[in-house]
């Protein structure tokens, strides 16, 4: 039977074409005995120049065709501002839309979710799946010298669809990031792959080498070979507005997942029939969304929308986290190479033309540079005694309503622990060479990657790796055309704010710091204006100047039931049968970084444990 054949029962439904979403689809096609069908409520925009060409990726955002473009709640520790949260809407999810950045977690933070009570989800039973998602290309000897990759590590395994590079395009500014930490005792002491470094590196961009183009989900997993398989269909530009389910009479067994009831373009409906499973793929704010729809989640909020309530779990939706990050720029002298050049049209045009012609130039390069390290302040490193102290009192100051999960003290612990261990990363430093404007209620992401001052600016940019708030994802109707509410709640628990205000104060040292100071311009603007030379101004600085760093996580999380799970360790939804989740949803904790190397881990090790349970 052909999988074209959209009226047959299909064994798997596939519910996203997103990232974690088609490395499923195209791993569980590979066996010639199932039928898998993969619904995306984007298009299909694989040969598209925005998405492909990495330097365009600004000509996405905020548009339908590639962008759920997201906007938060007021946040109060914010100045009441709302953040933007820019989410994939096309084959390939956010990685079709993302910055680019290829690193890796810590061995710390993976164990830490076995710890958490997911038996087989450390670091040994996840890092496998690195290498078999990824090719980490060698860099050439000039990027090696220029900044200082004494470190990479040729050993470590990769052979996966996916391509990461180093490529061309650096120069000064990125020695000059790698020496300037190094002054602090920062230097990178190993390869970043490898599951224990701290210092400042050079990471890899999801570049094809042999291209120049973005390599992302759709094309490294849904290549013309897989499209070919005859057992696997892809539907584009379908919403999926709930799951089907066969209800036992009542009070006995679990409702069971019979498939999808889904909405086109044209606002027409109808149903897919999976006959073992649907595996829910829509991402950290859509995945709790289409549960909830689907009456998977807290009862009092589903009977005020008046959904008919199949699973009571009001973890649902709840446990978020994502990565909040300051962003502060910098006046750069004539001689910094500052991507706000590319105001100027003419510019711009002739970077566009170079590219297309030869594939060379500044717009299928990434010449962000990196750092892991732990809390820093403007004196550097801050000690074990201060780390100990500042903890013990933004703790106790924590409001024990800001977090009731029933897993809430035992993440403390991890989290206080980690934060105390001297060559853990706390904070991820990235040198950004554009300004960065952020205003009240941001429009899109383009919007805050535009340059709207005369001036030419780099940015630093520092996030928390390990965020000890937890925000919330829950819809506001029964319609799937409404957006769900998403509350990031940054800086709930004080922790979070005193861990940055420092971190803040660090940031004001090293671009005084030389070699890194003789790029910034003496006496320059800045943005914010406010210096952080105090504890209090730094807050400011946070106020003003955090958002989101696009790496929403742990809505569905996959804990015990007992401790607030929605999913267990083979990512089945609880008080359900033949339901899974397989996105960032499920990571019980975030881990430190850019997180689409780990959902991409995350997917091809849940494509290997729904194999082992057919077989």
């Known amino acids: 039977m052909a999988a074209k054949d959209l009226d047959a029962p299909f064994d798997y439904i596939i519910v996203g074409g997103g990232t974690a979403g088609l490395v499923v689809g195209s791993r569980l096609s590979e ?29 996405v955002y905020g548009k339908d065709d590639y962008d759920w473009n997201f906007l938060s709640a007021p946040q109060p520790t914010l100045n009441n501002r709302r953040i933007n949260q820019a989410r994939g809407r096309c084959l390939g999810g956010s990685s079709a839309i993302n910055f680019l950045m290829s690193v890796y977690p810590s061995r710390y933070d993976i164990d830490a ?15 496998p799946y690195f290498g078999k998602s990824g090719t980490v290309h060698t860099p050439n000897a000039s990027t090696k010298d220029i900044c200082g990759m004494t470190y990479h590590d040729d050993s470590l395994p990769g052979d996966g669809p996916v391509q990461s590079s180093f490529g061309e395009g650096f120069g000064p500014l990125n020695t000059a990031w790698m020496d300037t930490f190094a002054k602090f005792g920062l230097g990178m002491t190993a390869d970043p792959r490898s599951g224990k470094a701290v210092g400042a590196f050079q990471n890899g ?25 005859g057992n696997l269909a892809v539907v584009t530009e379908t919403v999926v507005s709930k799951i089907l389910f066969r209800v036992e009479s009542e009070g006995e067994g679990e409702p069971v997942a019979t498939g999808v009831l ?17 595996i829910l793929a829509a991402g950290a704010l859509q995945s709790p969304q289409i549960l909830e729809l689907s009456g998977v989640g807290g009862r009092a909020l589903l009977e005020s929308h008046g959904i008919p309530v199949l699973v009571d779990n009001a973890n649902v939706g709840e446990h978020m986290q994502d990565h909040p990050i300051v962003c502060q720029s910098y006046e750069v002298n004539a001689h910094a190479p500052s991507g706000d050049i590319l105001r100027d049209p003419n510019i711009l045009n002739a970077v566009v033309q170079q590219y297309m012609a030869t594939r060379e130039g500044p717009l299928g390069q990434s010449t962000i540079s990196v750092a892991y390290t732990p809390l820093t302040d403007a004196e550097g490193v801050v000690g074990d005694e201060a780390k100990r102290a500042l903890l013990d009192e933004a703790l106790a100051r924590a409001d024990p309503a800001a977090n009731t999960l029933p897993s809430a003290e035992l993440e403390r612990k991890i989290l206080r622990d980690l934060v105390l261990t001297a060559d853990e990363p706390v904070v991820q430093h990235i040198l950004f060479p554009f300004q960065i404007t952020i205003n009240e209620a941001p429009a899109h992401m383009a919007e805050i990657i535009t340059p709207t001052r005369p001036e030419n600016y780099i940015t630093v940019m520092s996030f928390l790796n390990h965020p000890f708030s937890r925000g919330s994802c829950h819809i506001t109707s029964g319609d799937v055309g409404v957006k769900p509410t998403w509350d990031p709640k940054f800086n709930s628990n004080p922790a979070d704010m005193e861990l940055l205000a420092r971190v803040v104060r660090f940031v004001e040292t090293l671009v005084k710091t030389e070699p890194l100071a003789g790029f910034f311009k003496q006496g320059g603007e800045r943005s914010p204006a406010v210096v952080a030379d105090s504890l209090e101004n730094a807050r400011e600085v946070v106020r003003q100047r955090q958002i989101c760093v696009y790496h929403p996580t742990s809505s569905c999380a996959m804990l015990p039931r007992d401790l607030g799970g929605v999913v267990d360790t ?45 077989k």
Do not use: C, H
């Open 113 to 127: 979710w076995a710890k958490l009570g997911n038996d087989g989800w450390d670091y040994d039973g996840l890092s």
């Open 31 to 59: 066996d010639p005995d199932v039928r898998v069908l993969i619904i995306e409520a984007g298009g299909d925009r694989g040969a598209d120049p925005l998405v492909l060409t990495p330097g365009l990726v600004a000509g």
């Open 262 to 278: 889904a909405r086109a373009k044209d606002g027409s409906e109808r149903s897919f029939k999976a006959s073992r499973e649907v």
């Open 205 to 229: 961009a999801t570049i094809d080498p042999a291209t120049k183009m973005r390599s992302f989900s759709q094309n490294a997993y849904l290549t013309p070979e897989v499209m070919g398989r």
């Open 570 to 614: 083979s990512l089945r939804v609880y008080g359900t049968k033949g339901l899974r989740v397989v996105d960032a949803s499920v990571f019980p904790l975030e881990p430190l970084g850019n997180i689409v190397n780990t959902v991409y881990a995350v997917a091809e090790k849940a494509a290997d444990i729904i194999k082992a349970e057919r």
